[in-house]
């Protein structure tokens, strides 16, 4: 009789502690989007819910943003049995086009969620916008050659918008679009630039104008490159 107690009590003793663990909740699930944001709302912020739904503490070891352009701190890093804390994040989208995302790996004593992974997406709408790159990327420059680089600028707007006022600093790059124009509601132009450089090493510029449109009182369009020296004249 006394060994069947002893064992109905280890086993009753093991149960317990078998089932007694922490319990890992993201309130909402595994990833927060912002939907369509503008760049003048970076840094973006929300506040992500953590629960702890067993009946041991839960402990977030660790927390790591997948880049720098993302800060997430737990307000607590310890949860009692049913517990709730608050992990406020900022995502920096300032640079960013279209849908954008970013992963957060969060650890915890949880023995069925040990590793995280939290995702934060963003779609970030411009009004301008600048493609298949954001600034003018000129290639194989050489010293005492011409060479052009070519993107492309978009009105995402259903008003038109003036561009005025056309100054290029410094005046290394020569563009073929006018001082003064006007880009219609979702209208795309071509813009070439044209680079002779004078020097070797990394060069570069920009286009500056002035708008119309509220948010951009002036617009810059950036062009970089690197330039070696010329072949015929390392041969002389």
């Given amino acids: 009789m006394r ?16 089932f007694a663990q922490p319990k890992f ?21 929300a506040k992500i819910e953590f629960l702890n739904e067993g009946n041991e503490p839960l402990i977030i070891k660790n927390v790591r943003p997948g880049c720098g352009c993302t800060a997430a701190k737990p307000e607590k890093d310890t949860l009692l049995p049913g517990e709730t804390t ?17 992963s957060i790996r969060i650890e915890t004593n949880d ?11 963003a779609n970030v709408v411009r009004d301008i916008i ?12 050489t010293v005492g050659t011409e060479t052009s680089a070519t993107i492309y600028m978009k009105n995402n ?6 561009f005025s006022n056309m100054r290029v600093e410094p005046q290394i790059v020569k563009f073929t679009i006018p001082e003064t124009f006007t880009l219609k509601a979702g209208e795309e132009i071509e813009v ?8 070797e090493g990394h060069q570069s510029a920009r286009i500056i104008f002035s708008t119309n449109h ?16 010329s072949q015929v004249l390392q041969g002389n």
């Fill in 192 to 199: 070439t630039g044209r680079m002779s450089p004078e020097a």
């Fill in 157 to 162: 707007t259903d008003k038109d918008i003036i």
């Fill in 214 to 229: 509220p948010e951009y009182p002036t617009f810059e369009i950036p062009a970089y490159g690197t330039a070696v020296a």
């Fill in 3 to 18: 060994k069947t107690v002893v064992l109905i009590s280890m086993f009753v003793s093991f149960t317990v502690v078998a």
């Fill in 25 to 45: 909740t993201i309130v909402g699930g595994n990833e927060y989007n912002w939907g369509e944001v503008r760049p003048r709302e970076s840094p973006l912020k």
């Fill in 86 to 102: 608050y992990m406020p994040v900022e995502y920096n989208v300032a640079s960013n086009t279209g849908v954008t995302t970013k």
């Fill in 130 to 141: 600048l493609k298949p790159t954001n600034h003018l990327p000129f290639r194989n420059l």
């Fill in 111 to 121: 023995p069925k969620r040990e590793t995280v992974s939290f995702r934060i997406t």
